[in-house]
Structures are given as structure tokens and as C-alpha cells.
């Protein structure tokens, strides 16, 4: 299994460009997410999805968009890149959510410059 | 809102010293605790982590954890540091039976541990 991949590994963008991050899983788990990480602020939830077809907003939605329209597939898209989206970004997954004895999994993440 | 606290921003030890880096939560329900470590420009790896049983826990590289569950603690032990252990540490918390994310895990802010040799 290759686990939690994510492409690319290093991106810098413009103000206002869009782009997408790609993360997938062969683990055919139920639940991914995405995190952020900036320094000192440790990994922030963004969105998840405990399902395909179902997704939610986390703790730092704003400027992000995502959709689940497979299992393994669960991509982030910025809109209109700001600088403060500068940061590194972790998908992850688990086999299912809520439950006892569940373990993410992380992808080896996205660094992003936005200029 | 649940949260994760860990204590120390920074923490500088020595080669041999003990290390224990400090976490609390704030839920009071049932809860999965982990410990990750990140080394310098690489991902997040699992150190260890407690679902339930024996509250004292070993993970990789001679690192364990206690759950005080009275303390809402997690705290993260190491009876002897080296240099390859410098990296960064985040707790992370799944509260369970709390509302509709429940698979959501909750990250402290992370403790940099940095050992000279």
C-alpha cells in the first residue's frame, strides 16, 4: 500500500491564482481530512469527510474547498490564493470516524507559497 | 470549543537528560491520544498513542506516555534524550461521543525539543 500520498510536495502561487492539492488513499478508508500548519499554531482542521459524497468544514474553512466523490480521492482547492494561506499542508486518514481504536494516517504533505 | 495544551514552547536538554513534555485536554468524555513527532522538514510520524487499558503507554525510540485521566493528562516521557530526538512534538486528542466529528482529531500547538550533544 502506498498509504496517504499528496501532490504536489511544493507549490508557490500568485495572489488571487487557484489551485488544487491532490490527496489520495488505498487504504479504502471512510474518513479523510485536511490540516494546515503554521509555526507555533500547531496542525489547524480545514475540512473532512467521514464518507464519499459527504463532506464538513473544520476549524479554518474559509478560502478552501473540497469534495468526496470517490473513497480514495479528497482534494483541496484554494480559490483566490492570499498569503495567508502560506503554510504546509497534512491530509490524513482513518478507517472509519468516532470510534475507539482509530488511527490517522498523514500524507507527507504540501508546502504552499502564496507571493 | 475542545482543546489541547501543551506546556512548553521550547525546550533545550542535554544528551542523557530526562524529558517529559506536558499535555492536557479539555474534554471529560471519552477520548484516543496520541503523540506525533516531526523531524526537521519532514512529515508527521505516530510516536504512540492510547485507546484504552493500561494507562502508561510505549511508543518508538524508548519514548512512553501516561494517561492521567483524574488530570486530563497526557504527558510524554523519555528516561534518556539524543540528538536524533531533536524534532517537534505534538499531543493530539479524539473526543469521542462529541458531537457530529467525531474522528476529528484536536493538535496541541506543538513543543520544539531541541538536544545539543
Known amino acids: 500500500n502506498a498509504g496517504v500520498t499528496q501532490t504536489p510536495k511544493f507549490q508557490v502561487l500568485k495572489t488571487g491564482q487557484s489551485m488544487t492539492l491532490q490527496c489520495a488513499q488505498d487504504?479504502?478508508?471512510?474518513?479523510m481530512s485536511w490540516y494546515r500548519q503554521d509555526p507555533g499554531m500547531g496542525l489547524r482542521l480545514i475540512h473532512y469527510s467521514v464518507g464519499a459524497g459527504i463532506t464538513d468544514q473544520g476549524e479554518v474553512p474559509n478560502g478552501y474547498n473540497v469534495s468526496r466523490s470517490t473513497t480514495e480521492d479528497f482534494p483541496l482547492r484554494l480559490l483566490s490564493a492570499a498569503p495567508s494561506q502560506t503554510s504546509v499542508y497534512f491530509c490524513?486518514?482513518?478507517?472509519?470516524?468516532?470510534?475507539?481504536?482509530?488511527?490517522?494516517?498523514f500524507g507527507p504533505g504540501t508546502r504552499l507559497t502564496v507571493l | 470549543a475542545q482543546s489541547v495544551s501543551q506546556h512548553n514552547h521550547h525546550v533545550i536538554l542535554s544528551e542523557a537528560a530526562s524529558l517529559e513534555l506536558g499535555c492536557n485536554y479539555s474534554y471529560g468524555g471519552t477520548v484516543n491520544l496520541f503523540w506525533y513527532v516531526q523531524y526537521p522538514g519532514q512529515h508527521l510520524q505516530l510516536l504512540l498513542k492510547y485507546f484504552s487499558g493500561d494507562p502508561l503507554v510505549k511508543g518508538i525510540k524508548g519514548f512512553e506516555a501516561e494517561f492521567i485521566k483524574s488530570k486530563f493528562s497526557f504527558n510524554l516521557r523519555k528516561p534518556s534524550v539524543q540528538w536524533s530526538d531533536t524534532a517537534e512534538y505534538f499531543c493530539a486528542v479524539n473526543p469521542l461521543n462529541y458531537g457530529g466529528s467525531q474522528g476529528n482529531l484536536i493538535f496541541g500547538k506543538g513543543t520544539k525539543l531541541s538536544v545539543k550533544p
Open positions: 487504504m479504502n478508508h471512510e474518513y
Open positions: 490524513a486518514s482513518s478507517y472509519t470516524s468516532g470510534v475507539a481504536y482509530n488511527e490517522q494516517f
